[in-house]
């Protein structure tokens, strides 16, 4: 099982950065493909970025093309999310998760960390 606890939500101004950490616990941190996703209050949990198990590959959501960048360090059991750019539309709950490989879908995460907010001010 990989245990997984995300950090670095805060407030921020409207085209400011934010950098989240996810921190994995277990020995096979670099089996998994890792993904974040978000939530708003009255919307679907989304699909934000995701990144293969040795981390040549990423995939972005829409959203997130040219402001966020997802990254790994397998020797830190770390994924990151830098995120540029911020508009009021990102703020939402933010939630690293991880799957069998490079994944874009909820349903094909297996493990969950609690999520840490990011709110961004206009």
């Known amino acids: 099982q990989v245990q997984l606890v995300e950090s670095g939500g805060g407030l921020v101004q409207a085209g400011g950065s934010l950098k989240l950490s996810c921190a994995a616990s277990g020995r096979t941190f670099s089996s998994y493909g890792m993904g974040w996703f978000r939530h708003t209050p009255g919307k679907e949990r989304e699909f934000v970025a995701a990144?293969?198990?040795?981390?040549?590959?990423?995939y972005y959501a829409d959203s997130a093309k040219g402001r966020f960048t997802i990254s790994r360090d397998n020797a830190k059991k770390t994924v990151y999310l830098q995120m540029n750019s911020l508009k009021p539309e990102d703020t939402a709950l933010y939630y690293c998760a991880a799957a069998r490989d490079l994944r874009s879908a909820l349903n094909e995460y297996d493990y969950w960390g609690q999520g840490t907010q990011v709110t961004v001010s206009s």
């Open positions: 990144i293969s198990r040795s981390g040549g590959s990423t």
